[in-house]
């Protein structure tokens, strides 16, 4: 598409100018086709400077979350967006509209929640202009079974997207939290309501929240050294925008496909729990110590107990152990705690 040929090229030359001629040239259109393509651009929200006798430049812009900047990059059709500036919780205000009637395939993003929520009854820190929040709205009209592994399924959603897109390594530690260089970026809540004379789900709220760029100001103490961005100060046009279309693309073709979980290997491979000493944790409940043996092909995931027994987890939460360093040799360089 020329638009975003021009906006490539643009990107590519940082902030010097490119010639209409020199664009046209390397794009094989024509100046007045380059001409519209940057309208277009500064339709969508970029501030291209223009100068006599020297061509185009990009300002700004492009990080914003529209819903056109989503379409752009959607593969799926069918999807309806909302896109908020701000908003308490697009999990909260998506149950709402979900008890009152609305159709599968209803998405709320927003560019900040002022009431985030997290897992367990947590809130989740969701800062304006450095992150992206987003809640899907499905009706599988099934039992619960029926949707197992749609949580790991979002989590690999998010964690191929993510790289996609460039960045390094996202692993997942069991259950749906995305890591990048040993940071949590990412983490998802889903909501179901049941219908009890059915014994069928009515709807079930996939919510994602990523921390795209660190926040201004930095993540507050209580998540220092916990949470993480996904991305430094590497340029992607259109990021957000991007990543919200990878991902709700991803996960809903895992979705269409939870049967055969083509998404199992993707999950497996990024475990970050395999093979480690963890600690299960519950709430008013002692750490309970153990290593993580397997992933069971319904994402419960099996442990071995101190004692040698082994444990299933269906639900919840684990931590990794951080192993404690061997001692040193004399005149040994102690490395640990560095990449
Ligand atoms: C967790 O890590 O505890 C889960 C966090 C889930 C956060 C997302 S952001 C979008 C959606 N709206 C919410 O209020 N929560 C989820």
Not at 146 to 171: N, W
Not at 248 to 272: A, H, I, Q
Not at 288 to 308: H, K, N, S
């Amino acid at each position: 598409m020329t638009r975003d040929d021009v906006l490539r090229l643009l990107w590519e030359n940082g902030d010097g100018y490119v010639s209409g001629a020199e664009l046209a040239r390397r794009l094989g259109i024509s100046r007045t086709a380059v001409w519209k393509a940057v309208d277009r651009l500064r339709q969508d929200g970029w501030q291209v400077e223009s100068g006599t006798n020297r061509g185009y430049r990009l300002l700004s812009g492009g990080d914003d979350l529209t819903e056109a900047g989503v379409r752009r990059y959607l593969r799926r059709e069918g999807l309806e967006l909302r896109v908020f500036p701000e908003i308490g919780s697009t999990n909260t205000a998506l149950k709402e509209l979900a008890s009152r009637g609305a159709p599968e395939g209803l998405v709320l993003l927003a560019e900040r929640q002022t009431e985030g929520r997290g897992r367990l009854g947590r809130s989740f820190f969701s800062p304006p202009g450095s992150g992206l929040y987003l809640s899907l709205l499905l009706r599988p009209n099934a039992p619960a079974s029926a949707v197992t592994g749609l949580t790991a399924a979002a989590a690999v959603a998010v964690a191929e997207t993510l790289e996609e897109l460039g960045a390094r390594d996202a692993s997942i530690k069991w259950v749906n939290d995305v890591y990048v260089n040993g940071r949590k970026v990412c983490g998802i809540l889903n909501e179901a309501a049941l219908d009890l004379e059915s014994g069928t789900l009515s709807y079930v709220v996939v919510g994602i929240g990523v921390n795209v760029r660190a926040p201004e100001g930095d993540f507050p103490p209580e998540l220092q050294g916990i949470a993480g961005a996904a991305f430094g100060t590497e340029s992607v046009p259109e990021l957000h925008c991007r990543l919200a279309a990878g991902i709700l693309d991803r996960l809903l073709d895992f979705y269409g496909k939870l049967t055969e979980k083509p998404f199992y290997e993707s999950y497996v491979n990024r475990s970050l729990v395999l093979g480690q000493p963890l600690n299960i944790l519950a709430p008013g409940r002692d750490p309970v110590p153990c290593t993580g043996m397997a992933i069971q092909p319904d994402f419960a995931l099996l442990v071995r107990l101190e004692d040698g027994s082994l444990r299933r987890l269906d639900s919840g939460e684990v931590s990794v152990r951080v192993r404690s360093a061997p001692e040193p040799e004399t005149g040994a360089v102690d490395t640990a705690g560095r990449a």
